[in-house]
């Protein structure tokens, strides 16, 4: 019972025993059983290999091919033993050397020649081949599936777990069939050793009855050849199953679990398989010479097996169907499902319970109505569809206090003083405006919450006075036009594509998938919504990404070659309706220094300078940028095509929103100013 209880205990033993039957002799009765036992594990064999559908199914049968092959040459060696020790070797090799040849030696002799000629010449030479060639071509096509495999993932078709187990499949894969390869030899050694046993049991069974235990010629001739016949039949049967089913699985990848729990599970997971061949087994005992007695136990082993398997696997599917019937129900008793905790939502906007009448528009709240027009106005600033933003109270914020996430984490937060109204100062500030004294929480600049009555008196004095719900949207806004690039995702850029695909299929197709992959598409939009850069024009970005992406794959390089081709959109977003566009330079001493201290790395271009040149060079553009800003315009800052995307990255921690173009990016019908130039 242990040993059933631990099936890889019982598989090394039964090895063993192997062992064992080829050094210690084994009594007839019990060589019986063993022989339909060979018989009965090669009938399985075959039928599982014609049940599985993948080879990875029935991963140990190139070990379950040489433990078999081992045991038939077992039984072999103890049948030549009783038959030279005592002219007989039990009932079922007497009852193949007379009944199932008619007990004519020279046609039983016949008969087996042709079955070792059928399973050596067609079977296992094809199938030796087939094992070959199928584990040379599965191990050339490795390296495209592992490209195509990475491919699929930095495309985002597919996660990293998912990436890895297809990896492990195709590993287990090859192993197989590098096994196959060689298990299939297991095959062709025991055919031809086959035929030597059978040659030297009638050659040595001759010699010994005649010379040693002086059996007259004829019926020591009759005898031996009878026994060594079908010696061969009954071993070269199953042999020549094993042969088929080798055959049937190399011609449609090793195991993770060991062997004993893979032969149970993958062997005898079969209950039909096991009453067909309970059956077979006991009508084979029923209407031949063999007897009930030694196919009994193995045909009711087989029988009540594939029953209890049943009757488990019945168990099993009722089990997962009321486990199912009953989590469902206590799902539907839940408030929520736990699995939406799971989910990170895109935008999150919190809120304390003294905001709930800014939201509730029942209570006259109409913030609800401004989220959806941000979204529309991002639409068409950006080219983005902002995700929904998921609105929540929150008790453990202060009453009057909101914050802003994305993906989960806290971005931004603000505290809204509810009866006021929040007045920016025009630049001077009046003492006669009187209030809470704050900051904005959109973009910084010193701000009060003023009462009702202060309002008026702001308003007379040139402050800009913003109720509570559009200081929260104007938060809001900024917030999420400052994150843009965050909230575009591989399947953001995929409804994109999608939605331009309806009515510029050819814009599409042309870039996707042949010339860029989907992340590729996204890292080139997400650098321009980085850059506030609008992506609305999305069938010039496709068409220069087409044109250019034949020439590098470089999203850095593809982003600067978008930017080229959408000149004119820049110029216009950036510039002041009806004015010159005001840009800042370097000079040519300051240009030369960062040209000379320009770093090619392969994750791109940056600029390595001195820390205290670059704090001079920072500091003079934070100067003529800020006379940039007392004029009401944005700094542009403008540089030679070569260093704008270093020069960014340089600038963007001292100077978020200053625009750096380069020369490269400037419309022929702009006009064009100098706004003050940068020098050491």
């Known amino acids: 019972m242990k040993l059933l209880k631990r099936p890889d205990l019982f598989i090394m033993v039964f090895v063993l025993g192997i062992i064992v039957m080829i050094v210690i002799p084994i009594s007839k009765p019990l060589l019986d059983v063993l022989i339909i036992v060979n018989i009965f594990v090669s009938m399985t064999i075959l039928l599982v290999a014609m049940s599985t559908k993948e080879p990875l199914d029935f991963s140990v049968f190139p070990s379950m091919l040489l433990i078999t092959t081992l045991f038939r040459l077992s039984l072999n060696i103890s049948s030549t033993r009783l038959i030279l020790g005592q002219h007989d070797a039990g009932q079922v090799i007497a009852t193949f050397g007379q009944f199932v040849i008619g007990g004519n030696a020279v046609v039983g002799f016949i008969v087996f020649l042709i079955i070792v000629i059928v399973q050596f010449i067609v079977i296992t030479r094809g199938a030796e081949r087939v094992a070959e060639v199928a584990a040379r071509f599965t191990l050339d096509a490795m390296p495209g599936k592992q490209i195509a495999i990475d491919a699929d993932m930095n495309a985002g078709l597919i996660t990293e777990e998912q990436a890895r187990e297809r990896r492990r499949n195709i590993e287990r894969e090859a192993d197989f069939y590098g096994a196959m390869d060689g298990a299939s030899k297991f095959v062709k050694g025991d055919a031809i050793?086959?035929?030597?046993?059978?040659g030297i049991n009638?050659?040595?069974?001759?010699?010994?009855?005649?010379?040693?235990?002086?059996?007259?010629?004829?019926?020591?001739?009759?005898?031996?050849?009878?026994l060594s016949v079908g010696d061969g039949l009954v071993s070269q049967i199953p042999a020549l199953l094993l042969s088929t089913a080798t055959g049937l699985m190399v011609s449609r990848a090793a195991s993770e679990g060991n062997l004993g729990s893979d032969v149970v599970s993958q062997v005898f997971g079969y209950p039909r398989a096991l009453y067909?061949?309970?059956?077979?087994?006991?009508?084979?005992?029923?209407?031949?010479?063999?007897?009930?007695?030694?196919?009994?136990?193995?045909?009711?082993?087989?029988?009540i097996g594939g029953w209890r398997l049943q009757v488990a696997k019945q168990r099993l599917l009722s089990k997962q169907v009321e486990d199912n019937a009953r989590t469902q129900q206590a799902e539907t008793k839940k408030p929520e499902n736990v699995f939406n905790l799971l989910t990170v939502e895109p935008i999150e906007f919190e809120f304390g319970y003294g905001l709930i009448p800014l939201v509730d528009s029942k209570q006259g709240g109409d913030l609800l109505e401004r989220v959806v027009m941000i979204r529309r106005q991002l639409a068409i600033e950006l080219g983005l569809v902002i995700p929904m933003v998921r609105m929540r109270d929150n008790i453990q914020l202060k009453p009057t206090q909101y914050v802003i996430k994305l993906k989960g984490v806290q971005v931004s937060e603000g505290e809204i003083v509810m009866g006021h109204w929040l007045a920016l100062s025009p630049g001077v500030e009046n003492p006669v405006v009187e209030g809470v004294r704050t900051k904005d929480p959109a973009f910084g600049l010193p701000a009060i919450w003023v009462n009702q009555q202060m309002r008026v008196q702001a308003e007379a004095n040139g402050y800009t006075v913003v109720d509570p719900p559009s200081v929260i949207a104007t938060h809001l806004t900024e917030v999420l036009r400052r994150h843009a690039h965050e909230l575009l995702g591989r399947q953001e850029t995929k409804t994109l594509l999608d939605h331009v695909k309806e009515t510029n299929s050819a814009a599409v197709d042309d870039v996707y998938p042949n010339t860029l992959s989907l992340g590729q598409i996204q890292n080139v939009l997400s650098n321009l919504l980085q850059e506030k850069i609008s992506i609305r024009d999305m069938v010039t970005i496709l068409e220069t990404l087409a044109d250019a992406g034949r020439q590098t794959q470089d999203t850095d390089v593809l982003t600067e070659q978008v930017r080229q081709a959408l000149a004119r959109q820049i110029c216009h977003q950036f510039a002041l309706p009806d004015e010159p566009m005001s840009v800042v330079t370097f000079g040519p001493a300051v240009e030369e220094r960062i040209q000379q201290s320009l770093i090619q790395h392969e994750g791109g271009s940056f600029i390595g300078m001195e820390p205290t040149e670059a704090q001079t060079i920072i500091k003079r553009l934070q100067e003529e940028s800020g006379k940039l800003q007392a004029l009401g315009k944005t700094p542009i800052l403008l540089v030679h095509p070569q260093l704008r995307l270093p020069v960014r990255r340089w600038i963007v921690r001292y100077l978020p929103d200053a625009v750096v173009l380069s020369y490269n990016e400037l419309d022929p019908g702009f006009e064009i100013q100098s706004g003050g130039v940068v020098n050491l």
């Open 193 to 198: 050793a086959s035929m030597l046993i059978v």
């Open 276 to 303: 067909i061949v309970a059956g077979a087994i006991f009508l084979l005992g029923l209407f031949t010479p063999i007897g009930i007695l030694p196919v009994l136990p193995v045909a009711a082993a087989a029988g």
């Open 202 to 226: 009638i050659v040595a069974g001759f010699i010994v009855g005649v010379a040693m235990q002086h059996v007259p010629f004829q019926e020591a001739l009759k005898t031996y050849t009878q």
